[in-house]
């Protein structure tokens, strides 16, 4: 068995049919609203205040030497100029980082991705932007293993997968996606398993510029056209 395939199977295992899960999920965020899941007409409250986004933005240089740990936190209240207590301001610990780094990435697609000039279908904006936000984890990619494990705990799987969701959202938003029918949400669900299973793959990579990480989202997403 390939060396990779050993270090996957643990992380692929605990996501395995998390798909269904997702769009329930998805489903549940959608109905208890009086408007879509996604829209840019209701403003949303910040996701974190000023000093929490302080400490967590400057924890998150921390990571690549010391992981997703309470000492990246404490250096990273330091370098925001705050005592190593303010690390309290965080009830779920190391996850609030790893949510951080989550809702930010998510946030900053709509900033970081320009479409070529030509005429791109939705399918092609999906794929850019997927691969926009894999790329989003190279600073931090050889600690993700670490991240995963702590998202699969049963405290956090379910915000964890309810983040995977809105990302999913956010990306097809984005994409131009205008599906008002059951699709709306197979899309979404698809998009989850997809981006996560690539995500994995990704933490094992060792090709130059993630080269065969980007043929492996490729290979999904056209599994996904064929079904």
């Avoid at 900033?111 to 399918?123: A, S, T």
């Avoid at 850019?128 to 705990?153: D, G, P, V």
């Avoid at 995500?199 to 980007?214: H, N």
């Amino acid at each position: 068995m390939p060396a990779n395939t050993r270090l996957i199977r643990p992380y692929t295992a605990i996501w395995r049919g998390q798909r269904a899960r997702a769009l329930a999920l998805t489903a549940k965020a959608t109905s208890s609203q009086h408007r879509p899941y996604h829209s840019y007409e209701h403003v949303e409250p910040p996701p974190f205040t000023e000093a929490e986004s302080a400490i967590l933005s400057a924890a998150l240089t921390h990571v690549p030497s010391h992981g997703f740990t309470t000492t990246a936190l404490s250096h990273g209240a330091r370098d925001a100029g705050f005592l190593d207590a303010s690390i309290n301001l965080f009830p779920t610990g190391v996850f609030d980082l790893i949510k951080y780094h989550l809702v930010t990435q998510r946030l900053a697609l709509k900033h970081n991705v320009q479409f070529p000039q030509q005429k791109l279908g939705v399918g092609a904006k999906v794929r850019l932007l997927a691969l926009q936000r894999l790329r989003a984890n190279h600073s931090i990619i050889q600690r993700w293993q670490e991240a995963l494990a702590i998202m699969a705990l049963p405290s956090n799987i379910r915000p964890s997968l309810a983040e995977l969701a809105r990302l999913s959202d956010e990306i097809w938003f984005l994409a131009g996606d205008t599906s008002v029918n059951t699709s709306w949400y197979t899309k979404r669900a698809s998009l989850s398993a997809i981006y996560s299973s690539t995500e994995i793959f990704m933490t094992t990579d060792q090709s130059t510029d993630f080269a065969e990480t980007e043929e492996f989202l490729d290979r999904r997403l056209d599994e996904a056209k064929s079904l």
